[in-house]
């Protein structure tokens, strides 16, 4: 089970590609944040699709990959100004499906 986490490390501008914080750097580039933060407990991300168009998430994702699911805890956030326009709009952002 997941210890209640007193920390909540924010992951907004991984893979920023819309030039907010000047990088488009890749999950490598993160790794060793990353690492460090699981090694000393922080286990609490926070991250949304809204963050350069899930590049925050995927970033995050092949980070985690290497961690053992129970022993993270992940937030992420909808956004319906980003979910295009298809008949199923939450649906098509879990699959990666833009209909705009």
Same mark, same amino acid.
């Given at each position: 089970?997941?210890? &209640?986490? +007193? %920390?909540? #490390? !924010?992951?907004?501008?991984? /893979?920023? =590609?819309? @030039?907010?914080?000047?990088? !488009?750097?890749? &999950?490598?580039?993160?790794?060793?944040?990353?690492?460090? &933060? %699981? +090694?000393?407990?922080? @286990?609490?991300?926070? =991250?949304?699709?809204?963050?350069? +168009?899930?590049?925050?998430?995927? %970033?995050? !994702?092949? #980070?985690?990959r290497t961690t053992p699911r129970e022993k993270l805890v992940v937030s992420t956030k909808f956004t *319906?100004?980003?979910? /295009? =326009? /298809?008949?199923? *709009?939450?649906?098509?952002?879990?699959?990666?499906?833009?209909?705009?």
């Open positions: 089970m997941t210890t &209640a986490a +007193k %920390i909540v #490390l !924010g992951a907004w501008a991984w /893979g920023d =590609t819309d @030039n907010y914080f000047g990088n !488009g750097y890749s &999950a490598e580039h993160f790794k060793a944040v990353y690492d460090e &933060a %699981i +090694k000393r407990g922080l @286990n609490f991300w926070d =991250t949304a699709y809204a963050y350069s +168009k899930g590049n925050s998430e995927t %970033i995050l !994702g092949q #980070l985690m *319906p100004q980003l979910a /295009g =326009t /298809g008949e199923h *709009p939450v649906m098509d952002m879990f699959k990666g499906v833009r209909n705009d």
